[in-house]
């Protein structure tokens, strides 16, 4: 075999200066097909905090809740302080956390088209029954299809993309996921200031319409190429060959596609042993690690209880319904625009830069807004308009910098470090880690914003001080390294090479 003899996790030689082939439109039309996937999931985000905040939704579900929202002498910081009310909002990623690990044998078995297209059904019944609920158990029901969807999106969707896109431009590309997630939210942000006009049902307009990104995933899927790599993986080299042939817009493309069969006899050699148990061995200890901090880190940002929750933290703030939806639109415009950003420069400047430089700008947003409201906001108080404002243009500052940062690189860094044996495990891990997270703050933060108050952005300020230093010192940079040599990677690096074997 070419290269030499082989180790698991990696490949005996390094071709990457070999690699041949350009840009091509084929492989353009599919990363952009396949990234609709994210638009599912912005879509949701986006949407789950508009409707929460909708006086037609909360009466016809939350009573409580819209009752201690009309009242006013309930304390600003406590007006949405309701378990159940939290439960619509994270069921949705319990369920994704699930099904993203139920994912990865049928990513790994039958390609990642598969999982896409099961994704893509999945979130379409769920949106349907979400639009035409009477009652809580049909709307629970209905989020937890879409979190289904969601967690089959999420596993092979940048998968999909990190195996198609050439190694130089990998991060661009793979970034089209949180383009379209960022577009979905400022998507559904539109749909909501319009339908709270429509009277108290338009939560089920915005609710109903995910089922259109649903399609698009679905029917993309259907026609969208396989991966080389999964064709490879799945013993149909010929197939693997002229896909990667044509994606290339070349025929010299050997020295990838011997790359891509070292990963796959190496994954078919250890194909009776369980991917999940596989990726706990030492040699994979570096990679493992990645997928559970990075999305973890990823979501202790704090922006999901932003996005989220961003009608109803500014109406916490003392923003009328309009004002509140208006300044949610605001903020998905601009973590939209800013995922542009990361596009043009991730593969230029490099993965780390893109981390540290984020995180510092996101730590000092944080403590901004919570000194503002600190001094400024208190109980049955309104922000001044001035104040206002400002805590809105901190607010989008902070997600810009999210936007060009741990937004678009908590996904794209795990999907592109495993090899080949474990990457269907390995994403999936990742995806249910970040779904936990998900889980865990859409679930507690309305109760630690009626506990912490404005401290709860110093919460948040300080996870992101221990990401960014984490970064600084454990994450090597990925940037214009071949998928299939990132094992090169980890041996040079100062620490995770003392945990790696001698081969």
Partial sequence: MAGGSLAPGGMAIERAGEYKGKVTSYVIIACVVAAIGGS??????GISGGVTSMDGFLDHFFKAVYKNKKSAHENNYCKYNNQDLAAFTSSLYLAGLVASLAASPVTRSYGRRASIICGGISFFVGAVLNALAVNIAMLILGRILLGVGIGFGNQAVPLYLSEMAPAHLRGGLNMMFQLATTLGIFTANMVNYGTQRLGDWGWRVSLGLAAV???????????LPETPNSLVERRRKDRGRRVLERIRGTEDVDAE????VDASDIANSVEAESPFRNILE?????????????????????????????????QTMGF??????YASAITGAVLASSTLISMATVDRLGRR??????GIQMIVCQVIVAIILGVKFGDNQVLSKG??????????????????SWGPLGWTIPSEIFPLETRSAGQSITVAVNLFFTFVIAQSFLSLLCAFKFGIFLFFAGWITVMTIFVYVFLPETKG???????????????????????
Wanted: net charge neutral; with cysteine; aromatic share 18%.
């Fill in 353 to 358: 830069a893109l981390l540290i430089s984020g």
């Fill in 257 to 260: 596609f011997q790359d891509i």
């Fill in 40 to 45: 599912i999931f912005g879509y949701d985000i």
């Fill in 282 to 314: 030492r040699r994979n200890r570096p990679q493992l690690v990645m997928a559970i901090f990075l999305p973890a880190f990823q979501i202790l940002t704090g922006i999901n209880s932003i996005l989220f929750y961003a009608p109803v933290l500014f």
């Fill in 387 to 404: 104040y206002s404002i400002l805590v809105v243009t901190v607010i989008c500052l902070f997600v810009l910098a999210f936007g060009w």
């Fill in 481 to 503: 390294v071949p998928i299939e040599e990132m094992t090169f990677l980890w041996r040079k690096h100062w620490f995770w090479k003392r945990m790696l074997p001698d081969y």
């Fill in 213 to 223: 990104p649903a399609l698009l995933m679905t029917v993309g899927g259907i026609f």
């Fill in 320 to 325: 009328g319904g309009d004002a509140s939806l």
